[in-house]
Nanobody, 114 residues
Framework: QVQLVESGGGLVQAGGSLTLSCAASGSIFSFNVMGWYRQAPGKQRELVAGITRGANRNYVDSVKGRFTISRDNAKNTVYLQMNSLKPEDTAVYYC????????WGQGTQVTVSS
């Protein structure tokens, strides 16, 4: 069974950048779409970015133009480059397939200060 380990979060000032990584213990190639999700305090988990096996990308409107998702099937890793971060981006970030078919990892905390 594939396990996911997210990393790269931290505390950053508004306008800063972070790159998140999601390492899978097994192949992600079998999952056509991989995505990054986030959950802010008191809110439901939401999908913010997705990427297909063929590298077609989709983003939620609130992160378009600021976040870039990528995947390396050979390394079984998914990335999320986040630029121009805003306080409202503060959340725990998770990766998973779309739709979710993998057990959730522990996530990585992103905190953006104003």
């Amino acid at each position: 069974q594939v396990q996911l380990v997210e990393s790269g979060g931290g505390l950053v000032q508004a306008g800063g950048s972070l790159t998140l990584s999601c390492a899978a213990s097994g192949s992600i190639f079998s999952f056509n779409v991989m995505g990054w999700y986030r959950q802010a305090p008191g809110k439901q988990r939401e999908l913010v970015a997705g990427i297909t096996r063929g590298a077609n990308r989709n983003y939620v409107d609130s992160v378009k133009g600021r976040f870039t998702i990528s995947r390396d099937n050979a390394k079984n890793t998914v990335y999320l480059q986040m630029n121009s971060l805003k306080p409202e981006d503060t959340a725990v970030y998770y990766c998973n397939s779309v739709p979710t078919r993998i057990s959730w990892g522990q996530g990585t905390q992103v905190t953006v200060s104003s």
